[in-house]
């Protein structure tokens, strides 16, 4: 039997945080073979296992497998904090089990409130996932089928890597006695943009995955004031991987209708691909022209080029070429966002320059 504060997750919460968790927590008793919960349910939640076993089961090819057995301190649910969206697998009391439940908005608070925990949920969930792809990598074998899920797995590493890495840094901020408030501040914010990037990042996967067309919110908006606000924020990103970022003009004060936070997406993709690259560092140019219906963003790089084995398949799933890492999925995720917002997305690559993406938005 565990205690709260003896939970690995939380053993680095101060004595006010820790009494502030034990107000939200809910004890709950499950004898075997009860369900905790099951597919499909709403992800109201996450538990942690105070004594007892609880199993996790999935419907795979048909037949229920037991993807992991848990023990006392073990945390699961825990995608419900990060996406609201039904659950993935079934949970049940394998013997007589103990939990604590940690309500979803409960939770979501005390994270705004503690980014340390914020962090260590992270790291949790990100451990989580490898070990979830070794376990689905062993049933690929067996369907011979292990090529295409692990291109899968790593694909959704990679795209992992830089907001955690960025969060690990602003979390090391936070942590020093030395700083100043103002930075204080702008690593908390930094860590809030990065939790909710790989909020997006997880249900553009799940939406891909699942093949279901999603209606998009959204709103007209100044494009210039969007653009001008991310591009500051993909060059502290892109100087991780020595690359400089510049602007040829800047979009013009129009009006368009977009969804900020997954078009950042497309940005964001863009750029790192474009980063991948040049690893020796180069140059990644935007620009921008109106004919007043659309306006086309293009996005530049001095690296190689488009590889000709791969310029007719770029937008299609697991297509690429000449990267380390990488299967092409981000491309697929940029052209099903653009689609949603009624636009088009092309590429194109010129002797003696590098690529050039470009895409296009009508206007509101």
């Keep these: 039997m565990v205690t709260l504060e003896s939970i690995g997750l939380f053993r680095s919460l101060g004595r006010d945080e820790l009494q502030a968790l034990r107000l939200i927590a809910k004890e709950q008793h499950f004898s075997p073979p009860s369900s905790i919960f099951k597919e499909g349910d709403p992800g109201d939640g996450v538990y942690f296992v105070k004594d007892g076993q609880v199993e996790i089961s999935s419907l795979v090819g048909g037949n229920r497998r037991v993807l992991s057995q848990l023990g006392s301190g073990e945390?699961?649910?825990?995608?419900?904090?990060?996406?609201?969206?039904?659950?993935?697998?079934?949970?049940?009391?394998?013997r007589e089990t103990d939990v604590y439940f940690l309500p979803r908005g409960e939770m979501?608070?005390?994270?705004?409130?503690?980014?340390?925990?914020?962090?260590?949920?992270?790291?949790?969930?990100?451990?989580?996932?490898?070990?979830?792809?070794?376990?689905?990598?062993?049933?690929?074998?067996?369907?011979?089928?292990?090529?295409?899920?692990?291109?899968?797995?790593?694909?959704?590493?990679?795209?992992?890597?830089?907001?955690?890495?960025?969060?690990?840094?602003?979390?090391?901020?936070?942590?020093?006695?030395?700083?100043?408030?103002?930075?204080?501040?702008?690593?908390?914010?930094?860590?809030?943009?990065?939790?909710?990037?790989?909020?997006?990042?997880?249900?553009?996967?799940?939406?891909?995955?699942?093949?279901?067309?999603?209606?998009?919110?959204?709103?007209?908006a100044n494009y210039h004031t969007y653009v001008m606000e991310l591009v500051a924020e993909l060059r502290g990103e892109a100087e991780l991987k020595n690359a400089r970022i510049q602007l040829q003009n800047e979009p013009t004060s129009i009006l368009i209708r977009f969804n900020p936070r997954r078009l950042s997406r497309v940005f964001h993709n863009l750029v790192h691909n474009a980063a991948d690259m040049m690893p020796g560092g180069g140059v990644i140019t935007l620009r921008f022209r109106s004919?007043?219906?659309?306006?086309?963003?293009?996005?530049?790089?001095?690296?190689?080029?488009?590889?000709?084995?791969?310029?007719?398949?770029?937008?299609?799933?697991?297509?690429?070429?000449?990267?380390?890492?990488?299967?092409?999925?981000?491309?697929?995720?940029?052209?099903?966002?653009?689609?949603?917002?009624?636009?088009?997305?092309?590429?194109?690559?010129?002797?003696?320059?590098?690529?050039?993406?470009?895409?296009?938005?009508?206007?509101?």
């Design 108 to 220: 979501l608070s005390f994270i705004q409130r503690s980014p340390g925990l914020a962090f260590g949920l992270l790291q949790y969930i990100s451990h989580r996932l490898r070990d979830f792809d070794q376990v689905y990598l062993r049933e690929v074998v067996q369907a011979e089928r292990l090529a295409v899920v692990g291109n899968f797995a790593r694909s959704i590493v990679h795209d992992l890597k830089n907001p955690l890495s960025i969060i690990s840094l602003s979390a090391q901020m936070l942590d020093r006695p030395d700083a100043r408030p103002e930075a204080r501040t702008q690593a908390a914010v930094r860590i809030r943009r990065q939790t909710e990037r790989i909020n997006d990042m997880v249900s553009d996967i799940l939406i891909f995955t699942e093949g279901k067309r999603i209606d998009v919110d959204i709103q007209p």
């Design 75 to 94: 945390i699961f649910g825990e995608m419900a904090v990060i996406e609201h969206r039904p659950r993935s697998a079934s949970a049940t009391a394998a």
């Design 291 to 364: 004919d007043g219906k659309e306006i086309v963003t293009e996005i530049e790089d001095t690296g190689p080029g488009i590889a000709p084995e791969i310029a007719d398949k770029l937008f299609e799933a697991f297509a690429t070429f000449g990267k380390e890492q990488g299967t092409g999925l981000g491309l697929s995720i940029c052209k099903k966002i653009i689609e949603d917002h009624r636009g088009r997305i092309w590429a194109q690559s010129a002797p003696g320059r590098g690529a050039v993406f470009a895409f296009a938005l009508p206007l509101a």
